[in-house]
Structure formats: structure tokens, C-alpha cells
């Protein structure tokens, strides 16, 4: 199996700026696809952004320009850094794995974007 412990939530007033981490563990394929996701209460699951083991990057209109996903793949760990943060981007981050025939979640990081 493969654990993902994501660490770097927390409160933050709006413009100000988070770095999330999600450090994967376990039976990882070389080749792989980490994302983060995000889940408001009350609001359908979406995707903030992907990344591959050769840094192919997708984000959300919503978050781009604002975020930026990376990887260590020598640590196994996945970031976002998120920069000029909204209200509206209060959620629960979750870190997504995706490998030869693996699929895995975290259990999510609490962001709160307020004043």
C-alpha cells in the first residue's frame, strides 16, 4: 500500500500565502501521478492541480497563476505552494496518488482562508 501524509494547513488571512506538503510512503511505482484536491463543505470535490513524475502540471483556472504543484521525487513528496489566497479558497486539501494499479488518498488538510 501506499500512505500519504499531508502536513502544511492551517489559517491564513486573504493575500497571505501556504505551502502544502504530502510525503508518500510505501509500494510507489516509478512512474506516477500526484494531485492535490480540494472539498468545501457543501461543495462537489475539484481538482486544484496535477503533477507526473516528469512534472507535467495541470491546474484550475481558478488557482492559476496563484498555485504552483512541484515534486521531490527523491523524497516522494508532492507541493503546492499557494500564494494570494481567497476566502473562497477555504477547504479541505487532500493529496491524490495514482500508479500502476494504485489509487490513494490522504486524509486532508484543513486550509481556512480568513481575516
Known amino acids: 500500500q501506499v500512505q500519504l501524509v499531508e502536513s502544511g494547513g492551517g489559517l491564513v488571512q486573504p493575500g497571505g500565502s501556504l505551502r502544502l506538503s504530502c510525503a508518500a510512503s510505501?509500494?510507489?511505482?516509478?512512474?506516477?501521478?500526484m494531485a492535490w484536491y480540494r472539498q468545501a463543505p457543501g461543495k462537489q470535490r475539484e481538482l486544484v492541480a496535477h503533477?507526473?513524475?516528469?512534472?507535467?502540471?495541470t491546474y484550475a483556472d481558478s488557482v492559476k497563476g496563484r498555485f504552483t504543484i512541484s515534486r521531490d521525487n527523491a523524497k516522494n513528496t508532492v507541493y503546492l505552494q499557494m500564494n494570494s489566497l481567497k476566502p473562497e479558497d477555504t477547504a479541505v486539501y487532500l493529496c491524490?496518488?495514482?500508479?500502476?494499479?494504485?489509487?490513494?488518498w490522504g486524509q486532508g488538510t484543513q486550509v481556512t482562508v480568513s481575516s
Open positions: 491524490y496518488y495514482s500508479g500502476y494499479q494504485q489509487r490513494y
Open positions: 510505501g509500494n510507489i511505482f516509478d512512474i506516477n501521478t
Open positions: 503533477i507526473t513524475t516528469f512534472g507535467s502540471t
